[in-house]
Every structure is written in structure tokens, then in C-alpha cells.
């Protein structure tokens, strides 16, 4: 149920977001479209609270990048995982412990021993580097394209992707950096929300053989998490099962 609540949560919120990244126009006047677009975002805070990060993050993504945004990502990315370490950040994920959206210390320390029983040792280590390493790579394309100022080629639309692409992964990634059970797992639930981005981003560079080498890197990754996952948990737990 929880899972099913996330996806339609992320899924309303970037509905929400393709009517401000290309609006559609009615008599010359995109403010119908500004309108239907905020109110999906701010709908799909009640089917699952952990929406608040797209919330905050989708509005930024609407103004482009340039060299100097680059730069301020990178001083100000130690400042974000010290503010997340901190008390602010444990006591806004413990602030209703009745509600499972966002996830209390205790719960999301139950939820880390039961990855760790299911994954151990170095298979963790793989599936960790498979399945958030494309992350990475399209985090650094991103970075490239901004500082050589290809960025600024790229349709209107696709740039409001990228961004969004951006400032999910470098949030999530100073989530996981930050210590403590609640923040790791808040980290998976929101690097997920980057997959739906990526691949529209990921549409227009395939589409133009744009930056060839870089995009098969990530598709590598990701073409090998899926093999991982299908290998490792039904063919391994099927034989420690049986």
C-alpha cells in the first residue's frame, strides 16, 4: 500500500509538473495550465508526504542553470549534509509519528536491519553501486553540459527535466551522506523520484546520439542492476530457500 501511495504521489506531482514545463495554452494565456499544474503538486501531498521534497525542489526547477549554479552546488552541498545531520531534520521526520509517509527513527531503523538481513556483504556493496550509480553519471552529464554551455541548446522542456534531475539526486545523495536510519531511508524513497526525469531527459539524448559514451555508461548501469537483481534474488534465494 505504501509503495502503491509513493508512485501515485510522484506520478500526480510530475503530471503537475509537465503543465509548467510546457504549458498548454488556451487563447494565448498559459495561466490555465500554471493553475492545473500547481494544484496536481500540492494534490499529491495527501497520498504520500515524502511528495514535500518535489514540493520544494519542482518550482526551483523551472529556472535554468548556468556555470555559477554548478559552483554553488558544490560549496553548498557540505552545508546541506551538516543542516540535514542535524536535529532540525530528525525532529521534521518524527513530527507525527502516526503518520508513515515520513518515517520516525524507530521505523526506518527496522526497515535498514531488514535490507541488511536481505542483502549482506558484497552483494550489497554491487547492488548499491548498480542501482544508484546511474544516478551519478547523469548527475555529472548534467554538470558538463551546463559548464560547456551545450545546456543552453536544449529545448525548453528537457532543460526543466535536467534541473529537476539535478536537484533530486544532489538532495538525496546529502540525505545519505548524513548519518542515521531515517535519513538513508528517506534517501531511497527520494533518489526513486528521479528515475521519472531521467528518462524523458534521457528520450532527447538517445533521440540526438547526444553524448554517446556517457549514455551508455548509464544505460550499462542500469541494464545491470536489472540482471543483479533477477540473478541474485531468484536464482541465489531460490537455491537458500529450497
Same mark, same amino acid.
Given at each position: 500500500?505504501?509503495?502503491? @501511495? ?42 504520500? @508526504?515524502? #511528495?514535500?521534497?518535489?514540493l520544494l525542489l519542482l518550482p ?57 538481513? @536481505? ?27 551546463? +559548464? ?15 534541473? #529537476? ?8 545523495? #546529502? ?13 531511497? @524513497? ?15 539524448? +538517445? ?33 537458500v530457500d529450497f
Open positions: 500500500t505504501c509503495v502503491s @501511495r509513493v508512485c501515485l504521489s510522484y506520478a500526480l506531482a510530475f503530471y503537475g509538473f509537465s503543465f509548467l514545463v510546457k504549458p498548454i495554452s488556451r487563447k494565448g494565456n498559459n495561466l490555465f495550465s500554471y493553475i492545473i499544474g500547481t494544484a496536481l503538486i500540492i494534490i499529491s501531498l495527501f497520498f504520500h @508526504r515524502s #511528495a514535500l521534497f518535489l526551483l526547477s523551472l529556472f535554468n542553470l548556468n556555470k555559477r549554479t554548478i559552483w554553488l552546488f558544490v560549496l553548498a552541498f557540505p552545508a546541506i549534509v551538516v543542516l540535514i545531520s542535524t536535529n532540525v531534520f530528525d525532529y521534521i521526520l518524527n513530527f507525527d509519528q502516526t503518520d508513515s509517509s515520513l518515517l520516525d527513527s524507530e521505523t526506518a531503523s527496522l526497515y535498514l536491519e531488514s535490507d541488511k538481513k @536481505r542483502v549482506v556483504g558484497l552483494g550489497q556493496s554491487i547492488e548499491f553501486f548498480f542501482k544508484y550509480g546511474s544516478h551519478v553519471v547523469m548527475v555529472l552529464l548534467i554538470a558538463k553540459c551546463i +559548464l560547456s554551455k551545450a545546456y543552453q541548446s536544449w529545448p525548453t522542456q528537457i532543460q526543466k527535466y535536467a534541473n #529537476a534531475t539535478l536537484y533530486i539526486t544532489v538532495i538525496a545523495f #546529502a540525505l545519505y551522506l548524513a548519518p542515521g536510519a531515517s535519513t538513508y531511508k528517506t534517501f531511497e @524513497r527520494l533518489i526513486a523520484f528521479a528515475y521519472v526525469p531521467e528518462s524523458f531527459f534521457m528520450t532527447h539524448l +538517445l533521440k540526438n546520439d547526444y553524448e554517446k559514451k556517457i549514455v551508455n555508461v548509464f544505460n550499462l548501469l542500469i541494464t545491470a542492476y536489472i540482471v543483479y537483481g533477477a540473478l541474485y534474488y531468484n536464482i541465489y534465494f531460490g537455491i
